[in-house]
């Protein structure tokens, strides 16, 4: 069986956590992996890991950084083969007197951020000499149900969504795959500031393994794992016993309110 080719592989998001392992993995493989981030002290670890990895600093959120980052990229490579869109921030909403910015800030890293690398990432893109570049977005399993405090990270993973669902429409004729990638919870810096049971938590690298081997096939969308989106399917089939399940109780409301959190 002939061997495929190495790709050219743009990850966002990639100074820790699960962009982080999915650079590794992926220049294991003998890829060319182009790691971006805000953490330059960061990105420059993960390039003393392997030869195959190259930093590229930059703000996704922030349109002049990502154009002098898409500058240096040009004479990094002609084209890219692949994109994992996968930076992301988390912010929770408490209530009764929440922090009404958290949701624009969430946002504007986790929506309109990635926006911003697609159009970046598009003409370089369509240079692929394979014929077929692939685009993965990562969302999350958090938009199956409605979670407490979630209304700016699941909301803004909800906008990916079908950002990514109507873009695959929109660049079928032009042979670009779009994957969208719902993981569940995965143990990284991220989630380690939660104040709650995750079900399923998931080790970084068993969750970089996973994704790795499965977008392989560009399926249009890939959940995991499937134990949690069993769990998440009681909202849509019970929608009020799963209120019930997660709703916060009374008195942690109250000791929240009493603390004046989110002020």
């Known amino acids: 069986m002939a061997r ?17 392992s999915l650079a590794i993995a992926l220049a294991a493989r003998g890829n060319r992996v182009i790691a971006s981030a805000r953490g330059a002290d960061e990105l420059e670890k993960l390039v003393a890991l392997n030869a195959n990895i190259t930093a590229l600093p930059c703000d996704i959120t922030d349109v002049g950084s990502l154009e002098a980052a898409g500058a240096r ?57 394979g014929g077929r570049p692939h685009i993965v977005g990562v969302a999350s399993q958090v938009t199956a149900a409605p979670f407490p405090r979630a209304e700016a990270y699941g909301a803004s993973k909800a906008a990916l969504q079908y950002f990514f ?39 970084v690298d068993e969750a970089a393994s996973r994704i790795v081997k499965n977008i392989e096939a560009r399926p249009r969308s890939y959940s995991f794992p499937l134990r949690l989106s069993a769990m998440l399917f009681v909202s849509k089939l019970m929608p009020g016993l799963w209120q ?13 309110s009493n603390q004046g959190i989110g002020k």
């Open 73 to 129: 990229m040009a004479g990094i490579t002609p084209h890219l083969d692949q994109v994992i869109l996968n930076a992301g921030s988390c912010e929770y909403l408490d209530f009764p007197d929440p922090d009404w910015l958290a949701i624009r800030r969430v946002m504007e890293i986790n929506f309109f951020g990635t926006v911003n690398c697609v159009r970046l990432a598009l003409p370089l893109l369509r240079k692929s000499p």
């Open 4 to 20: 495929k080719p190495n790709k050219m592989i743009w990850i966002t998001g990639a100074s820790s956590g699960l962009g982080r």
């Open 165 to 203: 669902d109507s873009l695959r429409i929109d660049l079928a004729s032009e042979n670009i795959d779009v994957t969208v990638v719902n993981p569940g919870f995965v143990d990284t810096p991220l989630t380690r500031k939660n104040d709650f049971p995750m079900p399923f938590l998931m080790d």
């Open 244 to 256: 019930k399940m997660v709703a916060p109780e009374k008195q942690q409301v109250d000791a929240r």
